[in-house]
Structures are given as structure tokens and as C-alpha cells.
């Protein structure tokens, strides 16, 4: 499956740029905003297809493939998102050859100049081959100051028949002045069911175990195939009750022992980041089950996070939710591992 249809869970984005891909008002920046894994990227790369296919019913099929297509269902797919996914131009984009579809992704951690410099360099020449030029800047906010000074020189003076796609966690990771001249396209959270189906229909894995994923995914795919694709090495739902039990037990705990399960995390970098979102979603689930027990996420625990929520305080949870944030921040930014997360589980000790 290509083009929009391959997208799950993002009817309203979607709805909006055909809309503006159909009337060829399509502005020349959009920031795509949303968590990871929920179909920015992909739905940058569709977008840019979508600009300029060329296909036209079953006419640019290859003829292997022209026999065997109902044209009717060609014309349908073409009708509804505008790809034909077999024209040139498709085929080019799908293979990463398509010489005006340029992506710019960080190098280690972060954009650089050099690569918005040799972009603005590019763009100083016009499309090769493309009707719609489409340059995706994905993890925008990776840029350092510099890059992003040099793009927004760029989103001053836009280029002829060129439109930038940016893809961006929150609009405070940028800029504001970057920020300012992008349409905002917002991707929610992947829906708990959308990921569970996916990981039982793709991935082979049993109704109970893909929900305990999905759950602790937290509305992103990517993070979802992740766990799956590393459930032989760690068994994420062993994993997360020793995470949840470990947190639980904090507050009694002695500090040899809260440091001992600081450098525990420290050593599994590899699940470092999900190991950190498993216990933000716990103590989330303990301020939401005191308002609202229906939309908690780990719902095989729900016994426990009712006895849990019971016993804290929504001050202290939001607190301990921030210091989970904060430390992933820090990491982000390279500070040192293990004195962040030192400190962060010092804190989530205290009541």
C-alpha cells in the first residue's frame, strides 16, 4: 500500500491536505507536528507524491501489471489520494531517486548549517523534473540556532515551486519566527486499537501481548514495531512491571538501592527512551484514574493503579511527571546519563 491510504489513524490531516492539494492552495511551508511514530515523515513523502504524479488511470502501469489491474480500481485510487504509486515520478520518490524530493534528517543529534547552507544552495536553481519541488526537513527540531536562522532566510524569500514540509514535535522545539511562517498540521496519538490490530495482523503477536505494547507505544507505531522487533531481547511486558514495581518501591528503598536502579536504566541505552515513557505513563494513569478510570492506559493493571492513585497526591504525580520530562530533556541535550538519571529517580522517591 502507498500514498495516504498507508497512513493510520490521521483521518483530519489527511482530510486537509488533499483539500488543499485538490484546489492547488497548498502553502509554500507546513509544519507537521505530533509525537514520533504517528505518520509525518510518511505523510511528507506521500504529499510530495502526490504533487506530482503523473499517472492517469492504467496508462502509466508497466504492462505486467497493466493485465492484471482493473482499471476502474486504478482510477479509484488515483481519484481518492491523487497516486498512482507506478508512474515515474512515484516510482522515483518510493526509491529515494527523485532528484527534487529532498530530505534533510540530523546527523547524530542535530541539523547543521552546512546541510541548510547546501540546501539554500539547491534551491538557488530551479526543479530538475518536478512539477512541486518538496523539501521535508523531518526532526526540525534538531536544528541548532544557525541552521535554523539560515532556513528562516529561506522561509522569507520562499523558492518558485518549491514547498518545505517540516516535521516537529512541539512548535516551542523551534524557532518562533520559523514557527510563524508554517501552516500547522497537527497528527494526534496513533488510536490503542489501530496499533494493537497492527501488531496481530503484521506481527503475529497474541491479542494480550499486542495490547500491553500498544499501551505502552502510547500512540506511536514506531515505537510499537520497536518493542516488538526487540521482544526477543526484551520482553517488554516483564520489563515494564520490574519498572512499575521498581517505582513503586522507591520511597522505600534505601539510596544505595535508588542509585543501584539508576545505573540498571543507565546500562540499557537501547531502552533507555521507552523504559522512560513506560513509567511517565504510569504515574499518568494514577492522576487520570481519580477524574476519569475509563481512559486509563494500562488497563490490565487496573487494581493496582486504583489502590496506587488512592495513596498520592495529583500535586506530587504532576510533579513526578515533569522531573520524568525534564530528565528526558537533559538526555536529549546530551547531559550526562547517569547523573540524570540519578537524580530523576532521587526524586521520584520523594512522597
Not at 185 to 196: A, G, L
Not at 244 to 251: F, G, I, Q
Not at 283 to 311: G, T, W, Y
Amino acid at each position: 500500500m502507498f500514498g495516504f491510504e498507508s497512513i493510520l489513524g490521521q483521518e483530519k490531516p489527511i482530510r486537509l491536505l488533499t483539500t488543499l492539494l485538490r484546489n492547488e492552495t497548498i502553502p509554500h511551508a507546513l509544519l507537521f507536528l505530533g509525537i514520533e511514530g504517528v505518520g509525518k515523515k510518511t505523510t511528507a513523502m506521500a504529499t510530495a507524491m502526490a504533487s506530482n504524479c503523473m499517472g492517469h488511470g492504467d496508462e502509466s502501469l508497466p504492462k505486467e501489471k497493466k493485465n492484471r489491474a482493473n482499471r476502474s480500481t486504478i482510477q479509484e485510487i488515483t481519484k481518492k489520494s491523487g497516486i498512482c504509486g507506478c508512474c515515474k515520478s512515484c516510482g522515483k520518490i518510493k526509491s529515494g531517486n527523485h532528484p527534487d524530493i529532498i530530505l534533510i534528517e540530523p546527523t547524530g543529534n542535530f541539523i547543521r548549517i552546512n546541510q541548510i547552507r547546501n540546501l539554500c544552495n539547491t534551491l538557488t536553481m530551479k526543479p530538475y523534473e518536478a512539477r512541486l519541488r518538496v523539501v521535508i526537513i523531518s526532526d526540525a527540531q534538531a536544528m541548532n540556532p544557525a541552521a535554523g536562522n539560515a532556513l528562516l532566510k529561506m522561509l522569507e524569500e520562499p523558492p518558485d515551486r518549491t514547498v518545505l514540509i517540516l516535521t516537529a514535535v512541539h512548535t516551542s522545539d523551534l524557532l518562533p519566527t520559523i514557527v510563524s511562517r508554517c501552516q500547522h498540521i497537527r497528527f494526534s496519538p496513533i488510536p490503542h486499537n489501530h496499533i494493537e490490530a497492527l501488531l496481530v495482523e503484521k506481527q503475529g503477536a497474541s491479542h494480550d501481548d499486542a495490547s500491553i505494547v500498544a499501551t505502552m507505544a502510547n500512540g506511536s507505531i514506531s515505537k510499537a514495531l520497536s518493542m516488538m522487533r526487540h521482544m526477543s531481547k526484551i520482553n517488554w511486558i516483564k520489563r515494564r512491571d520490574w519498572l512499575l514495581n521498581s517505582v513503586e518501591s522507591l520511597s522505600l528503598m534505601s539510596i544505595p538501592s535508588r542509585l543501584a536502579f539508576a545505573e540498571n536504566l543507565s546500562k540499557n541505552k537501547g531502552a533507555l527512551s521507552d523504559s522512560l515513557e513506560v513509567m511517565k505513563s504510569w504515574f499518568r494513569d494514577l492522576v487520570i484514574c481519580k477524574f476519569h478510570p475509563a481512559q486509563i492506559m494500562n488497563k490490565d493493571l487496573r487494581e493496582k493503579i486504583q489502590q496506587s492513585s488512592k495513596k498520592m497526591a495529583v500535586a506530587s504525580l504532576l510533579s513526578k511527571i515533569d522531573n520524568i520530562q525534564l530528565a528526558q530533556k537533559n538526555i536529549q541535550a546530551n547531559a550526562n546519563l547517569r547523573l540524570t538519571l540519578e537524580v530523576l529517580i532521587l526524586r521520584l522517591a520523594k512522597v
